[in-house]
């Protein structure tokens, strides 16, 4: 019989923001003018000396498999940097080196989940989440959270959705979509919960560098004692470090999951990029410079996109305390036509800007909670202004 594909994968829903930034490209390859808001990536170029890094990787020699879950120097400086920023004590042997933080987050759920277990997400969330429970069988269960509470999950509402069945809770501070950051008191009440109900905590802390203003950022790890012993730790060098296409992230996490994980990743994948590798230690060991340039360009960003947002009417966002998303409330401008089309949900609000605008953004749908898009700032500062006059001539259209 023919091959057919599987009923998980046949489940899975495919990546929006890819998706979008697949259409943005489309366009461009057709000679126009795409103004690019869909894709979390910094639009600055990898810094020199971990290039460099990556140089000198290649001439010692070091194009070979290393072990697979990653090289001991660079599983050593990252608990080291976490024992530094963070207070944290984690052996070598507790650090997980991956393709990316999506592979940890893979890696995480396959060593952890059992078919039927439920996950609890709140909602807003990164599109690849829930997918990637569901690939181990496992049941993501959504959580809505509201805008009005920056769209953090209360305490409350986590204990609510817990059953028999819930072993995890998967958290991401700074957020992606929203930009929202939970304060170390909102961490601790739901680490309360956690310890209460003795269930583990994924803390999704990727954009932990990215942090604005008088926002404090505070590792899930660290809220509550004991704490540790519970949570497993994603992070990575992709958004810090301009290191998107390097494709290098980590997990820390007590003994067992780690082994579990470092044996998981030997039979799927094996190491990841041995150059790689050498150049995401010479991002965490060297100059931090480059990591608060960046983050200057970003808050300068992040306020031009609040005041424009502020300034269109019926365009609100929660605060921005980190990451580089603004995630809009678009619901006073649904349910009405653009230039004769008719547009009543976001993923139509989304491509009907990206066809009439050139405008390209992220269905808020795609992120579990309609109404709304996710707008990416990590693109320089004309392409925001040129950009955003585009969004309000084309919600001044009718």
């Known amino acids: 019989m023919p091959p057919t594909v599987s009923r998980i994968v ?12 697949a259409k943005a490209k489309e366009l461009k390859a057709a000679g126009k003018t795409v103004y690019d808001f869909s894709v979390g990536e910094p639009d600055f170029v990898t810094p020199e000396h971990i290039c460099q890094a990556a140089v000198a990787a290649m001439r010692a020699g070091h194009t070979h498999y290393t072990i697979a879950s990653g090289i ?28 990316g933080a999506k592979h940890s987050l893979h890696n995480i759920f396959t060593a952890l989940c059992n078919p039927g277990d439920e996950v609890i997400i709140p909602a807003p969330y990164w599109v690849s989440y829930a997918e990637l429970v569901k690939l181990t069988g ?32 998967l958290i991401c501070s700074p957020s992606n979509p929203t930009g929202s950051m939970y304060t170390p008191e909102e961490l601790g009440a739901l680490a309360d919960v956690a310890i209460e109900r003795d269930l583990t905590v994924i803390s999704d802390e990727i954009y932990e560098r990215l942090v604005y203003g008088s926002h404090q950022f505070a590792s899930f790890a660290t809220v509550r004692p004991g704490m540790q012993e519970r949570t497993i730790v994603v992070n990575g060098a992709s958004k810090a470090y301009a290191m998107t296409g390097w494709r ?8 067992r999951i780690a082994a579990a994980m470092a ?12 150059i790689s590798q050498y150049a995401a230690l010479a991002a965490i060991e060297g100059s931090q410079q480059c990591v608060a340039d960046m983050l200057a360009e970003f808050a300068k960003r992040r306020e031009f996109v609040r005041k424009r947002i502020a300034s269109i009417r019926g365009l609100t966002c929660p605060e921005m305390g980190g990451a580089f998303y603004a995630f809009v409330n678009i619901q006073a401008h649904l349910g009405r036509s653009y230039r004769g089309k008719r547009v009543d949900n976001s993923s139509q609000w ?17 992120f579990g909670a309609e109404g709304y898009a996710r707008i990416s700032f990590a693109t320089d500062m004309k392409t925001l202004e040129a950009g955003f006059d585009r969004i309000e001539a084309f919600l001044s259209n009718d």
Not at 10 to 21: K, N, Q
Not at 89 to 99: G, H
Not at 350 to 366: E, K, R
């Open 10 to 21: 046949s489940a899975l829903e495919p990546s929006a923001t890819l998706a979008m930034a």
């Open 72 to 99: 001991p120097e660079l599983r050593a400086g990252i608990a080291k940097q976490y024992r530094t920023t963070h207070g944290l004590e984690y052996s070598p042997a507790q650090v997980i080196v991956s393709n």
């Open 138 to 169: 496992a049941i993501p269960v959504i959580v809505a959270t509201e805008e009005p509470a920056d769209f953090k999950l209360s305490p409350a509402q986590f204990r609510a959705a817990i059953t028999p069945k819930t072993t995890t809770l």
């Open 248 to 255: 290098i992230g980590w997990t820390l996490s007590p003994p």
């Open 263 to 274: 044996d998981l990743q030997s039979q799927e994948t094996s190491n990841p990029c041995s």
């Open 350 to 366: 989304c491509l009907t800007l990206l066809d009439q605008q050139n405008v390209a953004t992220v269905m808020g749908s795609a």
